[in-house]
């Protein structure tokens, strides 16, 4: 994994624009390895790895036996990405990791938040489409699909098999559409992303882990608000608006200063 640190939001626009067709994950605090929801879930509180498998298989179990009486079509419980993503979307610890296709968006939920240094990764999805891991020649995009009937419990739930794929489910909800998403699906749940793309061909190229200093927090911020890239725009619901509003704490505008007021954009 290839390391980079950029001084000011300039330079991440430029070195995001080099890095054309990646997807993009941010993380709010550099020094957070790039492990699943429920890889550290499982970790902190499940320390014996050879039950991961049935647990993991019992959870989703669950949600599909329940989540019917919530949803319009409960038909979207039947594909196992789907039912990932859906579970993913509502809090549950789930073996995906969200990535965007936009390095804007990424940079904005790296940033939010953030209160020391926060990270970037990028990674090289159209690099991905073609790769295996080395020896495995049939273990590449196609092959591995877990949106495939049988592929999920066959390939991942084991958590034996060092790879990695990437792509959306057949239907995208709302939230994955605005954030311009895409899903990563690890075969193992105990190492982090970098660990298991060493597995692969020039796995040096395949990631890149991008610093941002918190120095750059302000102007970054501001500039993502100029986009139009807020919480209320990438969860389109009322809890994203809702969320919005930290940010709208932090913005000031012309004549307000000293007036004791700080009127609508």
């Known amino acids: 994994m290839e390391e980079i640190t950029v001084a000011t939001w300039n330079e991440f626009v430029a070195l995001g624009a080099q890095l054309d067709g ?4 941010g993380q709010q605090d550099a020094r957070w390895p790039l492990l699943t929801s429920l890889s550290r879930y499982l970790e902190a509180y499940v320390p ?13 179990r669950i949600f ?3 989540a019917h009486n919530y949803l319009d079509n409960p ?5 196992t990405l789907r039912c990932l993503a859906l579970m993913q979307h509502h809090g549950a610890p789930t073996r995906l990791l969200d990535f965007t296709k936009s390095p804007f968006v990424a940079a904005f939920f790296a940033l939010e938040r953030a209160t020391s240094n926060a990270a970037v990764y990028a990674l090289d999805t159209p690099r991905l489409w073609s790769a295996a891991p080395r020896g495995q020649p049939a273990m590449d995009r196609n092959g591995i699909d877990p949106r495939l009937s049988g592929n999920f419990a066959r390939l991942f739930l084991p958590n034996t098999n060092a790879i990695i794929w990437t792509g959306e489910p057949t239907e995208m909800d709302r939230r994955l559409v605005a954030q311009s998403g895409t899903l990563v699906v690890p075969g193992m749940l105990d190492k982090p992303l970098d660990e298991i793309l060493r597995h692969y061909a020039d ?5 890149k882990k991008i610093a941002l200093p918190i120095g750059m927090r302000e102007e ?3 500039a993502l608000y100029r986009m139009n890239i807020t919480s209320a725009t990438l969860f389109p619901d009322l809890d994203g608006l809702a969320k919005s509003i930290g ?5 000031e505008w012309p004549g307000t200063k000293g007036s004791g007021t700080y009127g609508d954009p």
């Open 220 to 222: 970054a911020m501001k």
């Open 64 to 66: 599909r036996r329940k």
């Open 203 to 207: 796995s040096g190229t395949l990631l």
């Open 22 to 25: 990646w997807a993009f994950r």
């Open 75 to 79: 038909a979207v419980l039947d594909n």
């Open 48 to 60: 014996d790895q050879s039950s991961w498998r049935l647990r993991e298989e019992r959870a989703i």
């Open 247 to 251: 940010m709208e704490l932090e913005m």
